[in-house]
């Protein structure tokens, strides 16, 4: 069955310091694979996906994603951080047509 | 602007009441789903609906009902079956995964609405 597990609960990083949120996939076949963004109280927003095409997958507002089959990983990586990155982030992979699974989240909060 | 609009935001419920949580989109998406969220359990599919008048389970629909009468609406009740219906309820909305989505079903979300039972 397909299922990702989102390595960290919650992240910190300064202002200005690189962010990585980890993701690790189970699929017994290529998966399509997102990356959701939720702002508290909000629904959620979709940053990026990956569908089988270029390994790395570039997002908005600066996030990307690697796609690495031999580590079944789908990391989320940011520069530098901005204080409107806080908020939770959602690794999804996709079931079938209609059905998604979500990892539990990772929270990032942004020190100044 | 296009999008997906839920309400109430909040509610309140005593138990043993039935309540509807209203979904509308206006972006001519042809499939609508409802998750339930909780703290650090990500994103549970309720209910999903590919077309009018069609709906299928999903892995948690227990105690939970919908309709979907129209191609823009897809309603919610949450019975007084549901245990435990404290929770933040999201509605989405996607195109019928396909070569126009690029093979992925992205979802489109609306903003919540939060359920609590007193």
């Given amino acids: 069955a397909q299922s990702v597990t989102q390595l960290d609960s919650h992240v910190s990083v300064s202002e200005g310091t690189p962010v990585l949120l980890r993701c690790n996939y189970s699929s017994s076949y290529s998966p399509s694979l997102f990356w959701y963004v939720q702002h508290p109280n909000k629904g959620l927003q979709l940053l990026l996906k990956y569908t089988s095409a270029a390994t790395l997958v570039k997002g908005i507002n600066g996030f990307e994603a690697e796609f690495k089959k031999s580590e079944t990983s789908f990391h989320l990586t940011k520069p530098s951080a901005h204080m409107s990155d806080a908020a939770e982030y959602f690794c999804v992979v996709s079931i079938n047509d209609y059905k998604l699974s979500f990892g539990a989240g990772t929270t990032v909060t942004v020190r100044a | ?118």
């Fill in chain 2, 1 to 118: 602007d296009g999008g997906i609009t839920q309400s109430p935001k909040y509610l309140f419920r005593k138990e043993g009441q039935n309540v509807t949580l209203s979904c509308e989109q206006n972006l001519n998406h042809d499939a609508m789903y409802w998750y339930r969220q909780d703290p650090g359990q990500g994103l549970r599919l309720i209910y999903y609906s590919q077309i009018v008048n069609d709906f299928q389970k999903g892995d948690i629909a227990e105690g939970y009902s919908v309709s979907r009468e129209k191609k823009e609406s897809f309603p919610l009740t949450v019975t007084s079956a549901q245990k435990n219906p404290t929770a933040f309820y999201l509605c989405a909305s996607s195109i019928i995964p396909g070569q126009a989505s690029g093979w992925a079903n992205v979802l489109t979300f609306g903003a919540g609405s939060r359920l609590t039972v007193l």
